[in-house]
Structures are given as structure tokens and as C-alpha cells.
């Protein structure tokens, strides 16, 4: 499997912003599809915001017109941009996706997560 890593978590104040990244920590020939996921502590898994490999976007009822998912097919990453910060978008998130890491080897993975914070 491959190895995905999210960066950008941290605290932030309500009203703030974020942008979460998604890269693959080794090569890959492409990324395909992605969705974020976050886990609210005490919580269940919800899913975030997901991108199809035409680029088609779905979002959550919860951060609809304030996350904006995104990505960067040269590069192989995935942004989650988070505007309008709540304090219930306190979680850990999770970036998950599927692609090719060779011709013949697909994936499908998830990353550690990274913890997001939204506290005054």
C-alpha cells in the first residue's frame, strides 16, 4: 500500500482558515480520486468532502460553501481549503485516496490524519 500524509492541522480561531494537504511519502504514478474524512473526538468517522477522477466534488451538508477540496494532478496532492472555521470542525482529519502506484499496482489509502482545532 502507499503511505499518504496530511499536513497543514493545527489550532486555529473560530471564523479562521486552514488548508490541509495530501501527498503520497513515496512515488506514485497518479492520484485518481480523494476524500477527506474527519473524526470528531468521542465520534464517528464523517465523511468531508470527496473528488472523483474527472473532478467532480461532493461536500458534507456541515462545511458546504465554507471547504473547497482540491487538487494537483502534477503534483499528486490533494487541499482541503477550510474557510469560515468552526468550533465544531474540531476533529482529526483524514485524507484517503485511490490511484495508481504502478501500471499494473493500484491503491487505496488513507493517511494518520492531522488534528484541526477550532478554539477561541
Known amino acids: 500500500q502507499v503511505q499518504l500524509e496530511e499536513s497543514g492541522g493545527g489550532l486555529v480561531q473560530p471564523g479562521g482558515s486552514l488548508r490541509l494537504s495530501c501527498a503520497a511519502s513515496?512515488?506514485?504514478?497518479?492520484?485518481?480520486?480523494m476524500a477527506w474524512y474527519r473524526q470528531p473526538p468521542g465520534r464517528q468517522r464523517e465523511l468531508v468532502a470527496s473528488?472523483?477522477?474527472?473532478?467532480?466534488?461532493s461536500y458534507g451538508d456541515s462545511v458546504k460553501g465554507r471547504f473547497t477540496l482540491s487538487r494537483d494532478t502534477a503534483k499528486k496532492m490533494g487541499f482541503l481549503q477550510m474557510n469560515a472555521l468552526k468550533t465544531e470542525d474540531t476533529a482529526k482529519y483524514f485524507c484517503?485516496?485511490?490511484?495508481?502506484?504502478?501500471?499494473?499496482?493500484?491503491?487505496?489509502?488513507w493517511g494518520r490524519g492531522t488534528e484541526v482545532t477550532v478554539s477561541s
Open positions: 484517503n485516496a485511490q490511484g495508481m502506484k504502478a501500471w499494473t499496482t493500484p491503491f487505496d489509502s
Open positions: 513515496e512515488h506514485i504514478l497518479k492520484i485518481d480520486s
Open positions: 473528488i472523483t477522477s474527472d473532478g467532480s466534488t
